[in-house]
């Protein structure tokens, strides 16, 4: 079943029934200032860092799901309703809601009246717009009430969840006009406030959330909107929310426009005051003059279409199929925006508490999005740069606010260096700015230590290199990839994290074949920008060391029919024929299949089979199998799941593209695409009811074929899977991938397709190409064309000239 359908032209899904099988979300703001909204108007805000600046609260996993947001009342005589159903949950006469590029509109209609509510976030703008239109659409004049509403987060949204000895004391506001600023612990430390604000008159307002509501009562009946008489209440302490009373009369035909603002301020320390007590408002009206008219408004969302435009010209397919164009030239660079904006921070799945910033996600999720904004890029990769140790090792995760790793975590898994190999080549790939290796960059924050980014490359791959175990692999450390291969943390306390328990490191003889094929791929990557460099002794030193990677996976990561997963802190194999459950792993036969090791001898065929075979199924390829049934100790979180979730055996989508890449590596172009079909979202609308995450966003994980409910989906949105099947789709699959003297073209597509149609902006030219497939083939290229001349291989050049190009591929 389907709860509504993609508007391609307008980039928007449109949703038409509101009890979606789960909050089908929108994101609104792309750079400081954020907000979170369900297609029901749930959802919260903050600025910049979803932990420490929270400006709106909001209640998680509650009953009902999704409670809480920005959130209209309409009191039309008796009947009470709000235009996204939710909270009143009275029955509409006609609902849509619009998630487009970084805006949503919910439009409710009732009674002859329309609400339509229009959620954005301007450009370069430190709020949230939210234009509420009214329109009589009957024949008598109709005179309603309208309340807004928003609830105030004190700031820290973990202690704001539980510190409430001190939380009730603590909350104050300041209302000027139809302005309501909160100011909640303004006159100590912080330097910060929040307004919610109109552009008309108001006839009342409520910042005590008691007193709105009625202490028993909840969202979808709040005492003051059923009397239909704001208390101007002030609030001290307590909870502190803002919500404005609006008298509205309106004409047959007549439509009346509402501007809210939903903003932040930050002062100096002697800018703080106007007067004793009194904020200093200034910035705040600033922005409120620049959103005051409608005009105004509509100018703001043009601008921010317009931006959208620009970024999704960059990377155009048309391929006929609109499934896939929708997904490539739309929502999957959408969702790389957000999962570079977010990591896995902020979403209805993680809280904005727990997560800061990955190390390794953060740097895989560049490669999705370094085409849109490359500047913002080159920013990222310092910062994540910055949270390096001298060793080469990291910071698993750091807060975006400050920039800082996080103690907490702490580091120590093994994966994470080589991972900003990645994110360094894709930057330089695509801008050819090999300028950014000479930047001076902090180890762990501190300027003193700085050295140059390429050393910090250097580091993160010696890193490696002096952590090899007794195999000669490498070790794990905490985890690799999968943060649940915990093969040094023996935890059998459920009181402590799996992760972050005791690292029995010493004497360990864990090791990842996983690493290893990463280690492989990003290794030579390594080499070939110091060759780049003119550096060849160390190109030929690093060589040496992949080299020997090589030899190490044939001899000790190959099972006889597919790679193996890791060895235990034993030294035992994990993913082998020889183990009684999780005999194969998806990853280590990904990573080594994308590194193409022992090709030629026919091991990545066999290990490509081996995971058709047993880890294939209808909804996606599973992470192991068979699924582990009972707790490992020495394995730690991953046989804590049961079977068929999550890294037990779930279809976990991240991973599911390295296989992609794998299967085009020995040219299964068929394989490829049947595999990203199963996942890809928008092929799966028709299955809302099972899929139950959004059909325009991959989700991080679908219940795999072990599982009570094979095919339903969780924590869509923020999930390296957005990055990885953008990369495998575009790069590998549709084959148009950056590279440093040109744009390579390179596909590997099913024998049924005819062909497809291109368009790649690539530093400063626009490439439209053209593959044809006359012959039925996969992959290999008999004819290159550049604008309409033979070309001599499938590299086409760096024209930056401005101009238009055509290039012509033909299969054969
Ligand atoms: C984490 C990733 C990790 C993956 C697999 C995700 O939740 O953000 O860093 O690689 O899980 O465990």
Redesign the pocket.
């Known amino acids: 079943m389907k709860y509504g359908y993609f508007d391609d032209k307008n980039r928007e899904y449109v949703i038409t029934n509101p009890r979606t099988p789960w909050p089908w979300i929108n994101y609104l703001g792309n750079e400081d200032f954020f907000s979170l909204i369900s297609n029901s108007a749930g959802g919260y805000t903050f600025y910049k860092d979803a932990k420490f600046r929270r400006i709106t609260r909001y209640r998680y996993n509650n009953v009902p799901m999704d409670s809480g947001g920005k959130y209209f009342y309409i009191k039309d005589g008796e009947n009470i309703w709000s235009p996204g159903w939710k909270p009143c949950k009275t029955e509409l006469d006609s609902y849509e809601c619009r998630h487009g590029m970084n805006y949503t509109n919910i439009r409710g209609e009732k009674n002859g009246i329309t609400a339509n509510v229009l959620y954005f976030v301007p450009l370069k703008t430190w709020a949230e717009v939210q234009k509420l239109t009214l329109t009589n659409n009957s024949k008598t004049v109709r005179k309603i009430k309208v309340f807004s509403f928003i609830e105030w987060c004190l700031w820290n949204a973990a202690s704001d969840m539980e510190n409430f000895q001190r939380n009730f004391s603590t909350g104050e506001v300041e209302i000027e006009g139809s302005v309501i600023y909160h100011k909640t612990e303004y006159k100590e430390r912080r330097d910060h406030y929040a307004y919610y604000s109109v552009n008309v008159p108001i006839q009342g307002y409520d910042t005590d959330r008691e007193s709105f509501f009625g202490l028993y009562n909840g969202f979808d009946e709040p005492q003051v909107v059923a009397e239909g008489k704001p208390k101007n209440t002030e609030a001290h302490g307590w909870s502190p929310i803002a919500s404005h009373c609006i008298e509205v009369e309106l004409k047959p035909g007549e439509s009346k426009d509402f501007i809210f603002v939903l903003g932040y301020v930050e002062n100096k320390e002697d800018e703080k005051w106007e007067s004793k007590n009194i904020i200093n408002k200034k910035k705040a009206k600033e922005t409120l003059a620049k959103f005051n008219t409608t005009a105004k408004v509509d100018n703001a969302l043009a601008d921010l279409r317009k931006y959208w435009d620009n970024l999704l010209s960059i990377y155009t397919v048309n391929s006929g199929d609109d499934k896939l164009d929708r997904i490539v030239n739309i929502w999957n660079q959408y969702q790389c925006m957000i999962t570079f904006c977010f990591?896995?921070s902020a979403s209805f799945f993680e809280s904005g508490i727990g997560?800061g910033m990955?190390f390794?996600?953060s740097n895989q999720d560049l490669t999705g999005f370094v085409h849109q904004i490359p500047e913002r890029a080159r920013e990222r990769i310092i910062d994540i740069a910055s949270t390096q140790f001298q060793d080469g090792g990291c910071y698993h995760q750091y807060q975006p606010l400050n920039k800082r790793g996080n103690n907490d975590i702490g580091g120590g898994f093994n994966d994470d260096p080589l991972w900003l190999i990645l994110g360094t080549v894709s930057y330089i790939k695509e801008t050819g700015d090999f300028g950014i290796l000479e930047e001076m960059v902090p180890f762990d924050n501190d300027i003193s230590v700085a050295r140059s980014l390429f050393d910090h490359l250097t580091v993160s791959f010696d890193h490696v290199v002096n952590n090899l175990g007794p195999h000669g692999l490498p070790l794990i450390g905490r985890?690799d990839?999968?943060?649940?291969l915990n093969l040094n943390c023996f935890s059998n306390d459920p009181n402590e994290s799996f992760q972050t328990t005791e690292n029995k490191t010493e004497g360990s003889k864990a090791e990842s074949v996983m690493i290893a094929g990463l280690f492989v791929v990003y290794g030579r990557d390594y080499a070939n920008l110091c060759n780049r460099l003119g550096k060849h002794n160390e190109a030929k030193r690093v060589q040496k060391h992949v080299d020997k990677m090589v030899d190490v996976i044939k001899k000790y990561g190959w099972d006889g029919e597919w790679f193996i997963r890791a060895y235990d802190y034993y030294g035992r194999k994990i993913g082998s024929n020889e183990n009684e459950e999780a005999k194969i792993f998806i990853e280590s036969n990904g990573w080594c299949t994308m590194a193409g090791i022992g090709k030629e001898e026919g091991l990545c065929n066999k290990a490509l089979n081996a995971v058709k075979e047993r880890l294939d199924s209808k909804y996606g390829i599973v992470l192991n199998n068979p699924a582990f049934t009972k707790y490992y100790i020495e394995y730690g979180e991953i046989s804590s799941y049961p079977a068929g979730y999550k890294?037990n055996a779930g279809v976990?989508c991240?991973n599911n593209p390295w296989i992609m890449i794998g299967e085009t590596v020995v040219g299964n172009g068929n394989r490829a695409w049947e595999y990203y079909r199963k996942i890809c979202p928008s092929y799966l609308e028709e299955i809302s009811d099972l899929h139950k995450t959004e059909p325009y966003v991959y989700a991080?994980m679908v219940a795999g074929k072990d599982a009570f409910k094979p095919g339903e989906a969780k924590?869509s949105w923020l999930?390296?899977t957005a990055s990885w099947n953008f990369y495998a789709v575009t790069q590998y699959m549709l084959g148009i991938r950056p590279d440093y003297d040109g744009l390579l073209i390179d596909p590997c597509i099913p024998t049924d397709w005819k062909g497809f149609k291109a368009t790649r902006k690539f530093r400063g030219a626009t490439y439209r190409i053209e593959v044809v497939n006359p012959n039925g083939k996969s992959k290999g290229i008999s004819e290159v064309m550049v604008d309409g001349k033979p070309h001599k291989s499938n590299l086409i050049p760096v024209f930056g000239d401005g101009k238009e190009h055509s290039v012509k591929v033909v299969l054969g």
């Open positions: 990591s896995r997560r990955g390794r996600d985890a990839w999968n943060d649940c890294e976990f991240h991080q924590n999930t390296g």
